[in-house]
């Protein structure tokens, strides 16, 4: 009798298996021209508050959106900043080993995922940027397309598309990822602490100053979507 429980059991178990992989849902395969338009989005660039900015008006995020099809990651926002702070996408990517933090990023810039690894890196002040690869040794620089306009209320729009190719991702089809779009600054302290304004999605754990122990634990991401 205890056998025959015990088969069951598996059996059960191996169906229960079977049946959440076939329930869980395949990523949206979507494709996006790259000129600082967003409208072809629809949906799926998302609005950030307006007034949530540690650093005021002037160092805020207002969109963000991430998406892929077979070929490339696409990358939204639009934002407003000030000196040299700059819009900053944070990336994890199934299926990639990536780096533990940011710290060997060129600028010194010190952040983390409460779970999962670095990958994917990208700052833009708008028509400039600079992206790089994240690895467990190192920080490679990437070329990307970027697309970026100015709004009649002078935001900063920028659009990018980055070959999956180029971030170690063979098969965009068991692809799913995870990122955090940040108003970043600079580390301060002798390297003790990070700047950063504003983030999409917001963590909770905002300040006054938008100054925080480094690294930078995040805790709150936006997933790619699935159909």
């Known amino acids: 009798m205890k056998k025959v429980l015990w088969v069951f059991t598996v059996v059960l178990v191996g169906l229960m298996i079977a049946s959440c992989d076939l329930l869980q849902k395949p990523p949206l395969l979507k494709t ?10 629809e949906s799926y660039v998302y ?10 008006v002037n160092n805020e995020i207002h969109k963000a959106g991430i998406l892929f099809d ?13 000196g040299y702070n700059n819009f900053m ?11 533990a933090d940011t710290s060997k990023h060129p600028w010194g810039r010190q952040y983390k995922f409460e779970k999962g690894d670095v990958d994917f890196v990208i ?6 940027y600079n992206a790089w690869r994240f690895t467990s040794s190192e920080a490679t620089g990437v070329s990307v397309t970027l697309a970026s ?47 950063a304004g504003d983030f999409y999605p917001n963590q909770g754990f905002e300040t ?18 699935t159909k």
């Open 32 to 41: 996006v021209t790259v000129d600082g338009n967003l409208s072809d989005w």
């Open 123 to 128: 700052e833009t002040w708008a028509n400039g």
């Open 89 to 99: 996408v944070i990336v994890d990517l199934s299926g990639v080993t990536g780096a």
């Open 149 to 195: 306009t100015e709004t009649t209320g002078g935001r900063k729009r920028v659009e990018i598309a980055v070959p999956l190719a180029n971030l170690g991702v063979t098969d965009a089809s068991k692809l799913s990822l995870r990122a955090v779009f940040v108003l970043t600054g600079g580390v301060d302290d002798n390297g003790k602490k990070q700047c």
């Open 70 to 82: 077979a070929t490339n990651l696409y990358i939204a926002g639009e934002f407003t900043k000030e």
């Open 47 to 56: 609005t950030d508050g307006a007034t949530d900015s540690q650093w005021g």
């Open 208 to 225: 006054g100053d938008g100054g925080y122990t480094a690294p930078v634990v995040i805790k709150k991401t936006i997933s790619n979507p």
